[in-house]
């Protein structure tokens, strides 16, 4: 059976049973507890904790999941894999483990047709009652098997919903393991589908076993995910689900660049399936808007590509691996996932910029490694320091695990244990400054809960007002709810209804004033989403005493909305001129919309040149002076995708949209306020672009009020200048550049004469050397000398000496400090000597130190009323050092 079939299958058998399909979330989740969408029951979690009144009581998804937790794993077992779609049915107070376990039991042994003598049961240790429900079914008790917490209660992996659960394992019989079921070998019985019975919730704790249950949820409800990958394996007869139709075109695609046959077992068999497996990742993962970076979501995606790499590398590959086994990945399942192929052109350059750069860096700590273990042979140790391979991982990218195999072929070990401690030692230092954060936002989100459970949702009306009457509804003062508070009180508070726009898509929260009835006044300082639909205002009390229920008129500040609808709009129309500009690939990865202010992220590998900065300023002033039509519309997700509309990467959006066109060249899902015309965006002026991260760029603009203040700040500063050069403005630049030339020339002439008197000098102090030892010494003190001549005054007067041992030593005195300047000829060095060690002493008379090495060596200090005595101590040193000679 296919994957397509087997997908189609599973999708057929629970919307028959009453199950709305869902779609795939981006990888990208909408809770800030994740970095990656993990698990199908991640979009799900609102409808789950109540915070939310899911719009249905059955759903079904197959949801693209990539958790990185086994990676070290992958290609060593048959099983684990980085990226994997999850099938899920999922209940929302409806049915539980009786419909739970029956739907997944006729699932597996009639519509994929299993054995049922080869299926095996894992409950949790206390669930009596889900053990029952399978022996009903026809399981015998000897292949049920019960497990404790950390194998069968599941939760996120973060606090949040949990449940005991009860998993499905498949027996692939004698040559993957030992005999004993799931509790035995994991290999042998493979879990293929994990039931969920999502009842409890958990808390912060030092690791996932120890979470602890803090409380029951709303309602009970079913949460499952079976593997699309490890189900493909069973039901194709793969080895592994790196030799399913998922995986195969890719794994052959390895094969034909390593030039040879993919091996049944061994390092090499890790590698062609490590290769191929994270090539599908990345792929999935860019194409939902994920760029190589330092740190988050990016640092796992770079991880993955250097790890492909790498053991690219290791089958001997030398050239590029991931541009043609990601286009593998997106020729085979691009017609299941659109989005691969809509984002074709992104993810070859973002793989091949990664691959290029990081085959740098192999090379450069390849050769940093190397001098290291050449250090450690020297030393007589048989470990290479914890320290190196830590700098060489941190500082260069270069994989521990590279560390390691390098030191073992030099007969040397790392100490593993140092460098797992200095990587323990960052991770602390990273979450230290987290933590009080993470306890004020978790306080703030339990608040917000516990008013959730029993308020209706905000009604917005800020589309077509900026005022209305409202009801304070909810109150929250220092992270509790509370009745009500006084004159100063900084507080959240939540209205019936509200003009206010919440933050969202980039565009900052509206702010302004909330009088009440009583004659009570709040400043509002900021408006945000609480939890989803959940509108939370931050103000200040300024006069009076507010109270729950208390009714005012909410009044947004005009001209500051007047200011974010311009940006807002501007970003829309510039977002579609960049795109236009450089490509498809360059769509935005992010946005800050302040009153007449934008900042705009977008996909692209290289500075934008000034011309193609002027086009898209050009550009976009173009369609703003067109006056085109600004249209919100509403469509479901699928209408509005048909129609061409732009959905943001990492945005969140339900099954009924809000469109807005400008024009007839751009259409984005945006929830934000604009303009009705486009001219009303005013003047706009691009303030140039920068890097704010591999493969990533950002430019900054200004719209409005702020770009004409730009404009005429500008026009000013240039009739300024063409003052001071007595020009008109239009012939500045050009008056200028006379300007600059002849002061170029000047320069250059005046260096030549410099270079001449400093020869003539030079000559004149070789003419006062005199015996010492076995050669000759100068020391002088010269005037008239920039501390950047000294040096090149002492080597070039040393040069006129001829052969033989020799030492110019010369001090000056400039803006207050003392200068010193020491030379030694070729001989003297040859037989180890240093100019440095001659003004180690003059340079602590003079209050300072001495640097160089070799035959040239300064010093400086701040007292330069010892130089006279500074310079006998280097002539003394010197005339010792000429005498050994």
């Known amino acids: 059976m296919r994957s397509t079939q087997i997908r189609q299958t599973f999708t057929d058998f629970f919307t028959s049973r009453g199950h709305q399909p869902v779609p795939s979330s981006s990888l990208i989740p909408d809770d800030p507890t994740l970095l990656l969408a993990n698990a199908g029951m991640n979009q799900f979690k609102p409808y789950l904790l109540g915070e939310t009144t899911p719009p249905f009581t059955r759903a079904t998804s197959i949801q693209k999941c990539a958790r990185t937790s086994d990676i070290d794993n992958v290609g060593r077992t048959n099983r684990h894999a980085t990226f994997f779609e999850m099938m899920g049915n999922f209940s929302f107070g409806d049915y539980f483990k009786e419909d739970a376990i029956s739907f997944a039991w006729q699932l597996m042994t009639e519509g994929y047709g299993l054995e049922k003598d080869k299926l095996w049961i894992t409950v949790f240790e206390d669930d009596d009652e889900a053990e029952h429900i399978w022996r009903r079914i026809g399981v015998p008790p000897g292949r049920i098997q019960r497990l404790g917490m950390e194998d069968n209660y599941w939760s996120m992996g973060v606090p949040g919903p949990s449940g005991p659960s009860s998993e499905i394992s498949y027996d692939r019989g004698p040559a993957f393991g030992k005999e004993g079921g799931p509790a035995v070998d994991g290999e042998r019985y493979i879990e293929l589908w994990n039931l969920v019975f999502m009842q409890t919730l958990r808390g912060e704790g030092p690791a996932k076993k120890d979470y602890p249950i803090i409380g029951e949820l709303p309602v009970k409800s079913i949460d499952t995910g ?379 590998f290289t500075a934008l040149t000034p011309d193609q900065l002027a086009a898209i300023e050009t550009a976009v002033n173009s369609h703003v002076l067109d006056d085109p039509d600004v249209r919100a519309w509403h469509a479901d997700r699928a209408e509005a995708e048909a129609a061409g509309a732009i959905a943001l990467f990492g945005e969140k959006y339900g099954d009924t949209v809000r469109i807005v066109d400008i024009g007839d060249f751009s259409r984005e899902l945006c929830g934000g306020t604009h303009v009705a015309h486009g001219s009303q965006v005013g003047a706009f002026r ?92 100068i020391v002088q003190h010269v005037t008239g000398i920039a501390p950047d001549e000294l040096r090149g005054l002492a080597s070039d007067t040393l040069a006129r000496l001829g052969h033989g041992p020799a030492v110019v030593i010369l001090g000056a005195e400039h803006q207050g400090k003392a200068l010193l300047a020491a030379a030694i000829s070729p001989d003297l060095h040859q037989h180890g000597a240093q100019a440095s060690q001659l003004l180690a002493g003059a340079a602590r008379t003079v209050g300072g130190g001495s640097g160089g090495r070799g035959p040239l060596a300064s010093a400086g200090g701040r007292h330069p009323e010892n130089l006279t005595q500074a310079l006998d101590l280097a002539a003394h040193e010197a005339t010792s050092l000429l005498s050994e000679r």
């Open 686 to 777: 691009l303030l140039g672009d920068s890097s704010i991260g591999s493969n990533l760029r950002r430019v900054e603009a200004l719209t409005g009020h702020s770009a004409l203040r730009h404009l005429d700040t500008e026009r000013r500063l240039l009739n300024e200048l063409a003052g001071l050069l007595g020009a008109r403005p239009a012939e500045a630049p050009g008056t200028l550049r006379k300007r600059l030339d002849a002061l170029a020339a000047a320069q250059e002439k005046l260096s030549r004469l410099r270079a001449g008197e400093l020869r003539q000098h030079s000559g004149q102090l070789a003419g006062q050397a005199r015996p010492a030892g076995q050669g000759q010494l």
């Open 226 to 604: 079976l593997g699309l990958d490890r189900l493909a394996a069973i039901l194709q007869g793969a080895e592994n689900v790196c030799t399913t139709d998922l995986l195969l075109p890719t794994l052959t695609t390895v094969q034909e660049l390593a030039g040879r046959e993919y091996p049944g077992e061994g390092e090499e068999k890790v590698s062609f399936q490590v290769v191929a497996e994270h090539a599908r990742s990345a792929a999935f993962l860019i194409a939902d808007g994920v760029l190589p970076a330092k740190d988050g979501r990016g640092y796992i995606l770079r991880r993955l590509m250097r790890r492909a790499i790498r053991h690219a590398r290791l089958l001997g590959i030398t050239g590029p691996v991931l541009p043609s086994a990601t286009a593998s990945v997106i020729t085979n399942l691009g017609d299941v996932w659109p989005e691969l192929t809509a984002q074709a052109a992104l993810i070859e350059q973002v793989v091949t910029a990664e691959e290029e750069s990081f085959t740098r860096t192999l090379a450069q700590g390849t050769r940093l490694l190397d001098a290291a273990i050449t250090r450690t042979r020297e030393s007589r140790s048989a470990s290479l320091p914890g320290e190196t391979a830590f700098e060489l991982a941190d500082t260069y990218g270069f994989p521990l695990e590279l560390t390691v195999e390098a030191a073992r072929d030099a007969g040397l070990t790392v100490d593993e244990d140092r460098f797992a401690a200095l990587l323990d030692e960052q991770k602390k230092r990273a979450k230290t400054g987290g933590k009080a954060k993470t306890a004020e936002a978790l306080k703030k989100m339990d608040a917000y809960r516990e008013l959730a459970a029993h308020l209706p949702r905000t009604d917005f009306v800020g589309y077509g007002h900026l005022s209305a009457e409202a009801t304070v509804t909810g109150l929250i003062a220092n992270g509790i709810v509370v009745p009500a508070a006084g004159a100063g009180a900084e507080v959240e508070l939540v209205l019936d209804r509200s003009p206010f726009y919440a933050e969202a898509g980039g565009q900052v929260g509206d702010t302004g004033t909330l009088t009440m009835s009583d004659g009570t006044v709040l400043k509002v300082t900021d408006t945000r989403y609480g939890l989803e639909g959940f509108r939370v205002h931050t103000a200040r009390v300024l006069e009076g005493e507010l109270r729950t229920g208390a009714v005012g008129e909410a009044q947004v500040d005009a001209e500051r909305r007047e200011g974010l609808m311009r940006s807002h709009s501007a970003t829309h129309i510039l977002h579609a001129v960049v795109m236009a500009t450089l490509g498809d690939h360059a769509r935005q990865q992010g946005s800050l919309v302040e009153p007449d202010r934008l900042r705009f992220d977008f996909a692209h």
